[in-house]
């Protein structure tokens, strides 16, 4: 079962585990190809490097889910996008916290909030980004 098989605004905790893994899962692949792009001096430097990526991106994920499906439980409106914009700037705002930046978290809030609107709006309206064309 996906992120999309489960309806918003029920079944949090699920919600938040798939997008934890997803948000794990980009972690480690943005670390493995930070580690080849700027080499580490020492295995364990590596090790931090790649563990500190995933846990921030695993943690964004698990905030994400869980903001993002405890706002439309509150406003009783599982299939708004403004649920996923609150979601997105959740996690933004966790990652201005985690890097000690007001500017990154006002960044990543706007930035990750309108991607993840977006993102709702064209799952809804049915948007593609590769495959034939509909005729």
């Not at 972690?27 to 846990?55: C, F, K, M, W």
């Not at 439980?73 to 996690?91: H, I, K, M, W």
């Not at 201005?96 to 609107?117: D, I």
Request: proline share 4%; hydrophobic share 40%; aromatic share 8%.
């Amino acid at each position: 079962m996906g992120y999309w098989d489960i309806q918003d605004g029920t079944d949090c905790v699920q919600k938040a585990w798939i997008s934890t893994k997803i948000g794990t899962a980009l972690g480690l692949v943005g670390s493995a190809y930070h580690i080849v792009a700027y080499p580490p001096d020492s295995a364990l430097e590596a090790l931090q490097r790649a563990t500190n990526t995933s846990v921030t991106l695993a943690s964004m994920g698990a905030i994400f889910g869980i903001a993002t499906c405890l706002t439309a439980q509150a406003r009783e409106t599982p299939d708004d996008p403004l649920n996923y914009f609150v979601g997105g700037c959740s996690s933004g705002i966790f990652l201005g916290a985690r890097t000690h930046s007001a500017a990154t978290g006002t960044t990543a809030c706007l930035g990750l909030g309108a991607l993840a609107f977006l993102t709702k709006v064209g799952k809804m309206e049915g948007w593609r980004l590769a495959g034939p064309p509909k005729l």
